[in-house]
């Protein structure tokens, strides 16, 4: 099993552009979800998704979109790059009824110029 | 005020030295507890779950405090090798949702 793969690792923007960035897990999991960590903060919830088809907000939801077609991939838009979206932006999954334990990508390092 | 609070140290100890963490939370419903590691520039990974009676693995001993809600970690006979960021995680459910709220976290270094 690969876990749990995010793409990009780095990536540079200017702002106003827009991206994706890409999550996929191979361990069934239902429960999916997206932190960004920046300095001082911890991490902080973007968005997550129960399912395939069902996705909903967290902490810090605005300038982000994701959506839940397969039950194997979570992708993270951002609509229009921001400074304030620079950050380390990790994926995570996790089996419904388990223990909570947090499965994490590697993360993406995104840089908005 | 913030939902999870850790003292960010850093915290320098000499190999073989015992070293304490603490972490408080605010919300009183919050269910379930972690802590998790950090190592520099990695992603998170669970170090073990808090139970209410305190639990223990190997050198590391988790306890817990509901009253006072409060959580903290024990690392016995520090090795080069735990130093990392603790993160400390505490759950609250709402519904379908199974909200983590992490600490920003704790640095440990040991030393040679």
């Known amino acids: 099993n690969a876990g749990v793969t995010q793409t990009p690792k780095f990536q540079v923007l200017k702002t106003g552009q827009s991206m994706t960035l890409q999550c996929a897990q191979d361990m069934n999991h239902e429960y999916m979800s997206w932190y960004r960590q920046d300095p001082g903060m911890g991490l902080r919830l973007i968005h997550y998704?129960?399912?395939?088809?069902?996705?909903d907000q967290g902490e810090v939801p605005n300038g982000y979109n994701v959506s839940r077609s397969t039950t194997e991939d979570f992708p993270l838009r951002l609509l229009s790059a921001a400074p304030s979206q620079t950050s380390v932006y990790f994926c995570a999954s996790s089996l419904a009824g388990s223990t909570d334990t947090q499965y994490f990508g590697p993360g993406t390092r995104l840089t908005v110029l | 005020r913030k939902e999870v609070e850790q003292d960010p140290g850093p915290f320098n100890v000499p190999e073989g030295a015992t070293v304490a963490f603490n972490c408080t939370y605010s919300n009183s419903a919050s269910q379930s507890f972690f802590w998790y590691r950090q190592d520099c520039r990695k992603e998170p990974k669970l170090l073990m779950s808090?139970?209410?009676s305190g639990n223990e693995d190997g050198r590391f001993t988790a306890q817990l405090n509901r009253a006072s809600q409060y959580i903290s970690l024990l690392i016995r006979d520090s090795k080069l090798s735990d130093s990392a960021t603790y993160l400390c995680?505490?759950?609250?459910?709402?519904?379908?949702?199974?909200?983590?709220?992490f600490g920003s976290g704790t640095q440990l270094t040991v030393l040679p």
């Open positions: 808090v139970y209410s």
């Open positions: 998704s129960v399912g395939a088809g069902i996705t």
């Open positions: 995680v505490v759950r609250i459910s709402s519904g379908s949702a199974r909200q983590l709220t």
